[in-house]
T-cell receptor
Framework: SQQGEEDPQALSIQEGENATMNCSYKTSINNLQWYRQNSGRGLVHLILIRSNEREKHSGRLRVTLDTSKKSSSLLITASRAADTASYFC???????????????FGTGTKLQVIP | NAGVTQTPKFRVLKTGQSMTLLCAQDMNHEYMYWYRQDPGMGLRLIHYSVGEGTTAKGEVPDGYNVSRLKKQNFLLGLESAAPSQTSVYFCATNPGSGANVLTFGAGSRLTVL
């Protein structure tokens, strides 16, 4: 399976601290995405990094990608209580024309930010 | 603009009963997906569709059927529900061009007794 694995499974930090989550995957990808899921809700796309990129920023989010190690990390800086959620990495792989690209999700990291 | 709407949000079934989950999108997206989410398992792809009238199997298709008769709707059917199908089901869409960014519905929680 192409499924990514997130690490840690759960993370608890104080408000204002940084949170780092890691994702490892198995084979070559076209891009890697991170999604957020609030309790009882659907997933929401946060950020995408392509296979030829090494780092991407969006607001308080920083994503890195190391294709040689087949791993990615998501850093949330200056965390807030509202960041409490589960975070999933998703790998996109296969032929780069529509119909052959597949998206598979990891098992997620549950983040709790304590006020 | 509702995005992706799933109905029903909750359902309790007895073993052997049948039901259909409806996913409706108003974004004119080509691709639609059904995932199930179980504790510790992440999201697993059940079936997907790359356009009106097409369907394809995902990772865990057994026990489910789908149809995409209209571009905006993607139906997931359980012909004979089993307790192993107790899960939260998510529908997702993407435009069919670009990087495969998914837009998700809010989920449908199904319990099979």
């Amino acid at each position: 399976s192409q499924q990514g694995e997130e690490d840690p499974q759960a993370l608890s930090i104080q408000e204002g601290e940084n949170a780092t989550m890691n994702c490892s995957y198995k084979t070559s990808i076209n891009n890697l995405q991170w999604y957020r899921q609030n309790s009882g809700r659907g997933l929401v796309h946060l950020i995408l990094i392509r296979s030829n990129e090494r780092e991407k920023h969006s607001g308080r989010l920083r994503v890195t990608l190391d294709t040689s190690k087949k791993s990615s990390s998501l850093l949330i800086t200056a965390s807030r209580a509202a960041d409490t959620a589960s975070y999933f990495c998703a790998t996109v792989f296969g032929r780069a024309n529509w119909g052959y690209q597949k998206v598979t999700f990891g098992t997620g990291t549950k983040l709790q930010v304590i006020p | 603009n509702a995005g992706v709407t799933q109905t029903p949000k909750f359902r309790v079934l007895k073993t052997g009963q049948s039901m259909t989950l409806l996913c409706a999108q108003d974004m004119n997206h080509e691709y639609m997906y059904w995932y199930r989410q179980d504790p510790g398992m992440g999201l697993r792809l059940i079936h997907y569709s790359v356009g009106e009238g097409t369907t394809a199997k995902g990772e865990v298709p057994d026990g489910y059927n789908v149809s995409r008769l209209k571009k905006q709707n993607f139906l997931l059917g359980l012909e004979s529900a089993a307790p192993s199908q107790t899960s939260v089901y998510f529908c997702a869409t993407n435009p069919g061009s670009g990087a495969n960014v998914l837009t998700f519905g809010a989920g449908s929680r199904l319990t099979v007794l």
